[in-house]
Every structure is written in structure tokens, then in C-alpha cells.
């Protein structure tokens, strides 16, 4: 696989990034993931401007253009021959020479920019998508900016494999008895034909499938509700689905032991990866 660091494209074996490197060291560093289809980037500006936005909110600077971005991107797809899959792309804040808490000053250094691609042969064609993943409930322990995307994973990753010890897919978390969202996805409820979502804030990542999926919902005469709600709400609702640009849309059948509706995937959920797919391809 080629991988590009730091301007260069290299075979993954040869890609070097410093120990110092705050990425390492302190999760001092954002990332994005944009999902690839038919060999085509999906919704690569949504992605782009997200990622300015997390580097900004870090005061990090944007080694990268939009279309520096875009080119890199491309030609990643390019060299790996990747028709369906993704690309990883993450900015650290750099190698300052000494671990320090403080912020190495931005003119002596330089943020580390590291992006590879994943093939993922069913990311249209998930069996995941036509059976429908079950989640389990946990407290959203993570810090309150969830809206910059950062490499800080560990949390979310203690509840995927929650999730699994428990026989189950996936884990949302809860704040004050209200869904914020998944571990790597935003997570959604139909009641009574409505869709209902949290709405942004810091609380939650802005996702671009979201936004995407919530386009396309309207645009289809379907009822959109940006709210809170609790997981009682959930566990009480026609229906559940989450999105990301791993997952596109796939619903959701069981929280906590508790079945949605007949406990397969509902017809909204179904009806938007539908039409998710059909707008993105
Ligand atoms: N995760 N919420 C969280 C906490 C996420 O990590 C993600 C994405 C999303 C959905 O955002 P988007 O639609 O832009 O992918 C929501 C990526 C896919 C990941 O960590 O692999």
C-alpha cells in the first residue's frame, strides 16, 4: 500500500513519524475520514471543510489547500486502485524536540500530515445494512468538545468493545438520560414517521453524512427534528438508525435488549440508505 507523509508517497513500510510527534505523545492532532465509491471521493468538501474548522478550533495551521487536499486524495485512490473504501487523513501539531504541554510556537514547527486508504469491499453492500446492529447504552465519559474531531479515541473505543462483550455492534452514549451519539456515528430515532436527531452544538462530531442524510430526508417530504432525546425515547421509537462515512446509514434494531418495532432494519432507515446511495454514486 502507498501512503503519502509529509508530502511524500511512500510504500506503508517505509513511512516514518517521529516519537516526539504531538500526535503521539498527547492525541494533539484532528483527522477526518472520507468514504470512496465507484473509485469516486464522497462529499470530499464537506470533509475538507470540517477539517479546517477542527484545526482552527485548535489553533493549528492548515498545511494543506483545499485542492492540495483534494489532490492527494485522488491520487492515494489513484496508487492503491481503491474502488470502494476510504481514506484516512490526519494532522498532528508536529515533532517539537521536547515533550512540553504547552504549544510548540507555530513557527517552529511544523504540523505532521499523514494519509492512507482502506479497502473496503462492502461499504455499499453491508450485510450489517439488511441485518440491522444492536447497541448497548453507556455514559458519554468524553470531553466536551466532540465537535473538533480529534485522534482522542480511547473512549469510544472501550465502548465498541463494550459492545462486543455484550454481543452487540455498537454503543451509544448518554448524557444527563439524552443519546449524544455513537461511538463513531450520530445516531438517530423515528417516531410516528419522524426523524429525530440531536441537533448540533459542542456536544456531538457535525457529521457530513449527517448533514447529507438530513438533506436528502427533506428533500423527500420526510419530517426532520433537530432535539435531544432520551434513551427511554429510543427504546420506545418505531425505529433507529446511525450514519458515518464508514456506515453510510445502517438501522438499528435492539438497544439494551430492548427490540425497535419487529427487530429488522425499519422502513425509513432503509428508504434513506437507499436513496443515500443512489445521490452519492
Ligand atoms: N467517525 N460522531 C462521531 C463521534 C464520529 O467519530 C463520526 C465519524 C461521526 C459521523 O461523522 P461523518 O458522517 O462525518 O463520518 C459522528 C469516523 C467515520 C471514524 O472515526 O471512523
Redesign the pocket.
Known amino acids: 500500500r502507498t501512503v503519502y507523509v509529509n508530502g511524500e508517497y511512500l510504500p506503508e513500510t517505509q513511512a516514518k513519524v517521529s516519537i516526539f510527534d504531538r500526535g503521539f505523545l498527547m492525541a494533539d492532532a484532528v483527522?477526518e475520514?472520507t468514504s470512496v465509491l465507484d473509485g469516486r471521493l464522497i462529499d470530499f468538501d464537506?470533509?475538507a471543510a470540517?477539517l479546517a474548522r477542527s484545526l482552527s478550533e485548535l489553533e493549528m495551521q492548515n498545511p494543506l489547500s483545499r485542492d492540495e487536499l483534494l489532490e492527494i486524495h485522488r491520487e492515494l485512490v489513484r496508487r492503491n486502485g481503491i474502488e470502494e473504501g476510504m481514506i484516512y487523513l490526519q494532522i498532528t501539531r508536529g515533532a517539537p524536540a521536547d515533550r512540553d504541554f504547552v504549544f510548540p510556537d507555530p513557527d517552529e514547527v511544523k504540523p505532521t500530515v499523514v494519509m492512507f486508504t482502506q479497502n473496503k469491499p462492502e461499504l455499499a453492500d453491508n450485510p450489517a445494512a439488511k441485518r440491522g446492529i444492536k447497541v448497548i447504552s453507556i455514559p458519554d465519559l468524553r470531553w466536551s468538545r466532540?465537535d473538533i474531531?480529534t485522534v482522542q479515541?480511547l473512549y469510544?473505543s472501550m465502548g465498541k468493545m463494550a459492545a462486543k462483550k455484550a454481543g452487540c455492534d455498537d454503543a451509544w452514549m448518554v448524557e444527563d438520560g439524552f443519546v449524544t451519539?455513537?461511538?463513531?456515528?450520530?445516531a438517530y430515532i423515528v417516531k410516528d414517521g419522524r426523524i429525530i436527531t440531536r441537533d448540533l452544538s459542542h456536544d456531538?462530531?457535525h457529521?457530513?453524512?449527517?448533514a447529507a442524510v438530513l438533506r436528502f430526508a427533506r428533500e423527500a417530504q420526510m419530517e426532520v427534528e433537530e432535539r435531544p432525546f432520551t434513551i427511554d425515547e429510543a427504546k420506545a421509537a418505531d425505529e433507529a438508525f446511525i450514519?458515518?462515512?464508514?456506515t453510510f446509514v445502517f438501522p438499528v434494531v435492539e438497544i439494551d435488549g430492548v427490540r425497535l418495532g419487529d427487530g429488522t432494519p425499519g422502513p425509513v432507515a432503509t428508504r434513506l440508505r437507499e436513496i443515500y446511495l443512489e445521490e452519492s454514486r
Open positions: 483527522y475520514v464537506g470533509h470540517r466532540r474531531k479515541l469510544p451519539e455513537g461511538t463513531s456515528n450520530n456531538i462530531l457529521g457530513i453524512t449527517r450514519t458515518s462515512a464508514s
